[in-house]
């Protein structure tokens, strides 16, 4: 089976255009009103036509098409109660979650405690509200890459040498936690030089950056990654270089939590990457581990070079320094893993899936400032000119990319170019800024050559009411209900001051015009611009049903002089769970 069968077996079928509540555009207000709960909406659109009941499956996989998945922390109570309901119906029960029926009390409760992030997924309120489309071209420039057969993989360790060149794995992961994976996203590797702006990381958040930067520099060398060279201070030239990423090493062994054992400072390093990557996969391999250190004359000579010229915080030894760096290289992560730990740099040092702050905002800054010039070896200013986007490759294959508020990518493909950098990785990145605006000197305003898949483009009204006022005549309540989960103010009016009420009156619609005046408490008697009401709707077009409906609203409601006018005023005496909006 190909990679993309597979990874298409593994999806949940979701057949997008079908799925109703897809096809609204889910804008977003500020002022919010509601007299139906999120849970009621959401029961409604994805119940069976003429049952009282919802499959779960049905709803999961609109949930995942979001892009969130069943193992998102954030999601646990929903999938601890699901799973309970389905066990409590023992044998009888419907065998997988799937296939599991739920009425609306059951679902209301399963899904109360995590309702904010649902709601907000069907709302498309993530950062990436078109999570699939999206994933789409990135599935593309994966096949793309995985043509490539140039490079070669690293050879000055047997452990290295004896990877397969065909590896090819992309992971991404929003700050919204939505998550895709394709090809070899599994399987471990080691992180080699990805590591060095983690401990970097680590460093400024325990020390600062004024202390840190006493030590090591902010240039790109403009040379091997480990190149017997400090810059005219006789300092590394950054942290991102193996002699930064050694001076990294002392600080452990010196500044940072003295009084902890080398053993609890190796425990004290996996466990940030492990809190970063939101407790997915984070190991160590020990057969890397020896190799690194039976091969390690250079980072020896580098080490000895520098304890010559003082770069050291203090008297240190030589050997656990080494032996600390070779220790970080050689924790291993999958892409899935690292798109985490990619991702958290992304969103300012909060795992994105956790909430877990594991790093400040500030340390994250220094950190991409630093990737963005020296991230790629001596490719550094090209990637810079080229992608503009802050990454570190490590030898082992590894290509860790932040998009700064959106997004953090790990590539993994063993083959090097002669730099030392992913061939596919880097081929991918330059895909990926030829056809969105990531790089991060596109202008967002004016270019028109790329596209934005984030949020802030959908966050203009214009297209709204047409999407509402073209539901209502149709006489599709399922995708009014859609519009009123996602804030859509339903009061609202055209140009001729029509509204959904008076086109689902005139058409005769009245399950649509029921849902109006009593889920969204609409005025029943707003004035067009040829001065008719809904109800003179109804009666020029013989819908007197709809029309006895309406009157009943008017019966019962006192009439406002311009209702249309003025929702803002008329959300005060509307429901009580508007905060969730
Ligand atoms: N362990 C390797 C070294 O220090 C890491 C280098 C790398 O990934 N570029 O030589």
Known sequence: MSDKEKMKNEKKPLNRQNSSWYNMSF?????????????????????????????????????????????DPRLSELMQNLQKIQQDLGRDGPGNLENLKLNRDQFKASINENIVLVSRAFRRQFVIPEFEEFTDKIEKFYYTCKEIDTGKVA??????????????????????????????????????????????AIALNELGS???????????????????????????????????????????????????????????????????????????????????????DRNYALAFYMRENK???????????????????????????????????????ICPTTGDQVLKPDSVRDVLSLMHSCGMYDYSGQFAFTVGLPAKSGVCGGLLVVIPNVLGIALWSPPLDQSGNSVRGIEFCKELV???????????????????????KYETKGLNIVSLLFSAAAGDVTAMRRYKLSGVDMTQSDYD????????????????????????????????RWGQTPKDEALRFNHSAVAELIQSYMDKKPIAEEPVEDPKAKSKDQGSIGSIF
């Open 497 to 528: 001051n029509r509204t959904a009420l008076h086109l689902a009156a005139a058409e005769g619609h009245v399950d649509c015009v029921d849902f109006l005046l009593k889920y969204c408490g609409v005025p029943p008697n707003p004035v067009d």
């Open 434 to 456: 030829s056809m969105f605006n990531f790089h991060r000197y596109d202008n967002l305003k004016h270019a028109v050559n790329k596209q934005d898949p984030r949020r802030h």
């Open 210 to 296: 004024e202390v840190v930067h006493r030590y090591v520099g902010q240039e790109p060398s403009g040379r091997m990654f480990n190149e017997l060279i400090l810059d005219h201070n006789k300092r590394p030239h950054n942290p991102l270089v193996n002699a930064g990423a050694l001076l990294t090493s002392s600080f452990m062994l010196t500044l940072i939590r003295r009084e902890m054992a080398l053993s609890d400072k190796f425990e004290f390093v996996k466990s940030f990457l492990k809190r970063m990557s939101g407790g997915e996969f984070v190991g160590f391999n020990n057969a890397v581990f020896l190799s690194e250190r039976e091969n390690a």
């Open 155 to 200: 050879a000055y360790i047997p452990q290295l040498e004896r990877m397969s060149p065909n590896y090819w794995g992309v992971s991404l992961c929003t700050i919204d936690g939505q998550r895709f994976s394709i090809g070899d996203v599994k399987i471990p590797f080691t992180i080699q030089s990805c590591s060095k702006p983690l401990t970097y």
């Open 27 to 71: 804008l977003d207000y500020g002022e919010k009103d509601s007299s139906i709960s999120v849970e009621d909406l959401l029961y409604d659109i994805f119940k069976h036509n003429d049952a009282d009941h919802l499959v779960v499956g049905d709803f999961l996989s609109a949930l995942w098409s979001t892009g969130l998945r069943n193992t």
């Open 311 to 349: 770069c050291f915080p203090e008297k240190i030894n030589l050997r656990e320094c080494l032996d600390f760096y070779f220790q970080c290289c050689s924790m291993e992560v999958d892409c899935e893993s690292m798109s985490v730990i990619a991702a958290t740099l992304a969103n300012g040092g």
